[in-house]
């Protein structure tokens, strides 16, 4: 609950109709008579445009600097947000803040089950993160925070925000060049999450590919890493290893899930949950859409279309080559790799065709990513969709959404979810 009545850590006007809400949005048409509003300001207009929108919808109270009715009134609504956050941050028991070039959502959703914690929802912008710790940071539970960055310094900000108590970093590759220009530099950047904060200790843990890039830090996996999990083997089915003695068994995941679910187990021990408790809750684990999400059949779709870079690309590769039968990979342009993304997604094509026995690249640099090239996506579906038959096993995966360049000009990802909807009706005869 999100109470405005309470003492507050900023300057404040409350007014007297103003009440408790459930939770905060930035997002007008999210607003309800639970839902409070925050106007803050954004790239083309601020959130005051929206108030009085939000008073229609309900909102139980708005954080602004307008003198309108329920408003919490303040001079800056974004300082206040993040001052509440800070505040409410202090209250949780622990909060682990996951970052990494890929598989950030997937060690989120793990790390959560096995300490029956709070976790961030996907949209994870700064706002969302201090509305999420307004919200939730005086639950009582642990808070997993999933922390992105697409910048220089960025990470900097977020950790002054969220304060971790646990800093992981799942993977490095090559994502985000645009604007953080070198491996050297994301290495630099999302290494931020490991450091102390004014002193504050912060237990450091990195994935086994990241290792090599953070000499000293705590590893976790499988193999020769600080805490590994042990005779892990990976089918179609899903994926089994031991930890500390305890089976683990999780159904239709691959490798990089099960290394997520070492990084679970392992902050669970730590916690002092009891491990047999936590290896239970991942079997049940469900990642969002788009993250590597099997769906059998008759054939057999892998929708891991959310996002791509060229570390998570591979890793899905990897996947795909255990499975049987035709592996067939479906992959789309990977966003903000700079000026050597050509190069970069030749490397990437290069791989599906020794991991996959049939490729297919669409949009820019189709041709690098696939034998068989298309320029869109209907033109893709029409071929794919003659193509595929029973027994196949087709990996979709691409950038979607929208890229800015540093001239701040668009570029779409190319939405392979489209692909997978289509595969997935065609399959059950839905079209």
């Not at 305890?246 to 990089?256: E, N, S």
Request: aromatic share 6%.
């Amino acid at each position: 609950m999100v109470d405005p009545l309470l003492p507050l850590p900023f300057a404040a006007a409350v007014h007297p109709e103003a009440r408790p809400a459930r939770r905060l949005t930035w997002d007008s048409r999210q607003v309800s008579p639970e839902v409070a509003f925050v106007a803050l300001p954004g790239e083309s207009m601020h959130g005051n445009r929206f108030v009085e929108a939000a008073l229609a919808a309900g909102a139980p109270f708005v954080l602004t600097d307008l003198d309108v009715p329920r408003a919490v009134r303040v001079p800056d609504a974004h300082s206040a947000l993040l001052a509440w956050a800070r505040e409410q941050r202090a209250l949780s028991p622990l909060v682990v803040g996951v970052t990494g070039s890929a598989g950030k959502t997937t060690a989120k959703s793990f790390v959560a089950a096995a300490l029956d914690a709070h976790f961030m929802p996907v949209f994870n912008t700064m706002p969302a993160i201090a509305c999420f710790l307004i919200e939730l940071g005086a639950s009582g539970r642990p808070l997993v925070v999933e922390m992105g960055i697409d910048r220089l310094g960025e990470m900097a900000e977020l950790v002054d925000l969220v304060r971790p108590d646990v800093g992981v970093i799942t993977s490095i590759g090559p994502a985000h060049l645009e604007q953080l220009g070198s491996i050297e530099g994301i290495v630099r950047e999302k290494g931020v999450i490991l450091r102390s904060v004014d002193g504050q200790p912060v237990r450091a843990l990195v994935g086994a590919q990241a290792a090599a890039y953070y000499a000293g830090v705590d590893s976790y996996g499988f193999g020769d890493v600080t805490h590994a999990g042990e005779d892990l083997t990976v089918t179609p089915q899903g994926a089994s290893f031991r930890f500390a003695g305890v089976p683990v068994t999780l159904p239709l995941a691959a490798r990089v899930q099960a290394e997520a679910a070492v990084l679970a187990l392992t902050l669970a021990q730590q916690a002092g949950v009891p491990l047999p408790e936590a290896a239970a809750r991942l079997a049940a684990v469900s990642v969002p859409g788009g993250r590597y999400r099997v769906h059998p059949g008759r054939f057999t779709v892998i929708d891991d279309a959310y996002n791509a870079s060229p570390v998570a690309v591979r890793a899905a590769l990897d996947a795909l080559s255990g499975w049987q039968g035709r592996r067939i990979s479906v992959l789309g342009r990977m966003l903000e790799l700079g000026p050597t993304e050509q190069e970069l997604h030749a490397g990437v094509g290069a791989y599906a065709r020794t991991h996959a026995d049939l490729t297919f690249g669409v949009g820019a640099f189709a041709a690098e990513l696939g034998e068989r090239a298309f320029a869109s996506v209907p033109e893709l579906l029409d071929a794919l969709l003659a193509e595929v038959r029973d027994g196949d096993v087709l990996l979709v995966k691409a950038s979607r959404g929208i890229s800015w360049t540093p001239e701040k000009r668009a570029r779409e990802g190319v939405g392979l979810d489209v692909v997978v909807n289509a595969l997935l009706a065609a399959r059950d005869g839905l079209e």
